[in-house]
């Protein structure tokens, strides 16, 4: 089995910064692709960035400057640094990432999501 575990979110004031973390354990060959993804309410969830497992990054549009997403091979982590959030960026994040399995069995797995809000 495979697990990913999302932390880091929580409460922040407009114009600060948060990190998430995303620890994946369990039965894992190899890693592939890892991203970010956030879902606020009444919104289609949508992609914030994307690294590969040789650090080749992607990161939306809008989000660009704001947000990086980076990652720790050693530990199956995932990271994404969050600065100047704004309150439209008041989600929950969810990690995914295409893992390989010792059974060789290849999926995306989930996390199970961090809730981020922007408030003063």
């Known amino acids: 089995q495979v697990q990913l575990v999302e932390s880091g979110g929580g409460l922040v004031q407009p114009g600060g910064s948060l990190r998430l973390s995303c620890a994946a354990s369990g039965s894992i060959f190899s890693i592939y692709a890892m991203g970010w993804y956030r879902q606020a309410p009444g919104k289609q969830r949508e992609l914030v960035a994307h690294?590969?497992?040789?650090?080749?990054?992607n990161h939306a549009d809008s989000l660009k400057g704001r947000f990086t997403i980076s990652r720790d091979n050693a530990k199956n982590t995932v990271y994404l640094q969050m600065n100047n959030l704004k309150p439209e960026d008041t989600a929950v994040y969810y990690c995914?990432?295409?893992?390989?399995?010792?059974?060789?069995?290849?999926?995306?797995?989930w996390g199970q999501g961090t809730q981020v809000t922007v408030s003063s």
């Open positions: 995914k990432a295409d893992i390989q399995t010792f059974l060789h069995r290849r999926a995306d797995y």
């Open positions: 690294i590969t497992n040789t650090g080749s990054t």
